[in-house]
């Protein structure tokens, strides 16, 4: 009985500590989550968090094409009912139409276009604190620790969700992001005899995330949404389970 | 309202222009001269100089056979037109409408200036006290007529100021050479005894227009408030313009911001009075050595918002040298447009295209001047994929046809596509393998083709047969070949895009 108290008594103060570093319980608006299945118990609360940020490490150009695919499959989420998102970067290579078999309409996406990467991560700032968006995208080489806090401390009083994608970063330091993703290409999933390419396959790797739980899992994408494999490929270990990361 | 003109004259300008340069010709008699017909001719003498009988028009040898320590300088008649301009310029602080009236001269409309120097007396003495401290010898007269101003300020011997009504009594006593007349019509005058503008004033109209033309009866008329005569203003004058004369010159960013923020709050109750936002906006400041600084802003959608503005202005105010100090600030407004009006939402929903904050926000990204471009892509009626989008014009414009994912397309496209090695099996299979920047892929899945033509009547060149392939390590890739098997090029295929 007293160790059921006890339990019951730190769960309580988890939950006070998670409200008290800016993971409310989500609001009825945004009180759906992300269709990612189980990805979204690694997360505190078993929810995606919005209005933070999040980091996307990507160390290959065909990684960067899966993450953006991927990222395109959370915004599909997150600019429900009109929303719109700010892509930010040095150059665009993003194209547009492949956003729309993502369920996102391209032309809601602004892209803003910097000559370097300290203004990109002054334009993110800027844009991170403004109430007018559901998403800002935005493409980078390095973050550090303080640039990171900026941007959440920025989301902190605006709400809108941050996602950093940091192409082949020379120096993965510890960040303020509320989640640090990889997401590498998996061979395409196809009925069996059949010919061609199948909707596309990722393996969404979480490197570190903030009060929740590190792991592997392999997630597909199909025209409702994301497709998460049941099982995890690969789970934290129950031990690493609360390790501050952030 | 009661239409005002002045006329200032330089009487020495080319003269004055090289004693300012040069303080030590303020001392001695001087001429600038040109060639004429191979002879140095005087163009122009200082006072010193004109005192001791020399003028325009006289030969340099015969002025320096009686003074001979005349200073010859040669005249650049380019420099002297540049120099009046930019006076004209200086003189925008008096009055917006300011015009050029060579050789000498600058005209200016000043309705409803003058009141604010407290009269038209004291505006004239600012204006002309000003130019003689910097070194110009300067007539000036205000009129109701451009005629009658340039006539008082070079001829008149009453007083600067003619009131309204009294041009014909204004111009009476002068010569006919003050109507601004050719030299042909003048001396045809001379030689028939007509020495003042009195003695053919009151002649019938017919009999002056068959010996003197229609020049001399246009002038009349303009000078006597007849007929309209219009000014070619140095700068035009934006409909959108507030002006905020400071008391003392000032040089810190906080008065420079005290300064925009009541111009702004002046303009904006005016713009949103009318329903109507700015689109690009531009401070002037008009410094007390008489250079002028300029910071200009532009927004994406019109707005009256006087925040919105003044932070967008707040980013650049550090632009601003104010040197010794600003006397003048001018805020215009050239691009108007009609204002949407905002509505309130009546529940909550996610903020879209349309939220002033979005165009706010872009306005700031932009407004900082490092280079930033924002770009929103509309798709395009092409098949080719560089041409399938382009950019939209604005943040409201509509996709005019659907986008469509019918057919697979990558999320990353190259800007050009890159050059790669291949094995693939006639006549049009997929490859077996590709090499891309010194790695092989062996793929194991593949679409395609999918036939792109060029669109002849764009471009000319190969077609593309584009396939979807995906490699051994599940990696997606766009690659096409550009053209049929069989001619002889090395380089065929290339890879275009990354799949997700």
Redesign the interface.
Known sequence: MAVDSKRELIDKLRQDILRMQGFAPPES?AAGGIGLGPVENAFPNGIFPRGTVHEFISTS??Q???T???I?GLLSRL??????C?WIGT????????????GV????????????ER?VLW?TE??LK?????AVVSELQEMDFAQSRRLQLAVEKSKVTGLVIRHSPRLIGSTACAARWQIR????A?EEGL????S???EVELLKVRNGHTGSWQVG?SEDGFVPMAKPTLVGTQDKKWIKTG | MERRFASIWFRHLSTDRMAIRQPELREVPFVMATPVHGRMVVSAANILAESQGVSAGMVVADAKAFLPGLEVIDDQPAWTGKLLRSLGLWCIRYTPVVAVDPPDGLLLDISGCAHLWKGERAYLTDIVSRLRNRGYDVRMAIAPTVGTAWAVARFGKKGPIVEGGGEREALMHLPPLALRLESTVQERMHKLGMRTVGSFMGMPRAALRRRFGDQLLLRLRQALGQEDEYLLPLKPVPPYTERLPSLEPIRTAAGIEIALRQLLETLCERLSGEGKGLRTAILKCCRIDGRTVQIGIGTSRATASVSHIFNLFALKISQIEPALGIELFILEAPRIEDIDPVQEALWETAPGLSSPELAELLDRLTGKGTGCTVHRYLPDAHHWPERSIRPAVSLSEKPPIPWTDDRPRPTRLLASPEPIDVTAPIPDYPPMLFRYRGEVHSIKKAEGPERIEREWWVDSGEHRDYYYVEDHKGQRYWIFRSGHYGDDRARQWFLHGFFA
Not at chain 1, 79 to 84: E, F, H, Q, S, W
Not at chain 1, 195 to 198: D, F, I, L, T, Y
Request: aromatic fraction near 10%.
């Open positions: 608006r150009r065909e960067g094409a899966a953006c695919g991927f395109e600019m429900d009912g009109g929303g719109v700010l150059s665009t290579i993003l194209f547009p139409p492949a956003a729309k078999s993502f309409e391209p032309d809601r996406i602004v892209f803003v276009t910097m000559r370097r203004e334009a800027e844009a403004c109430k007018g968006l559901a290409p998996l061979p395409s196809l010919p061609g390419v199948g596309p396959q990722w994408w």
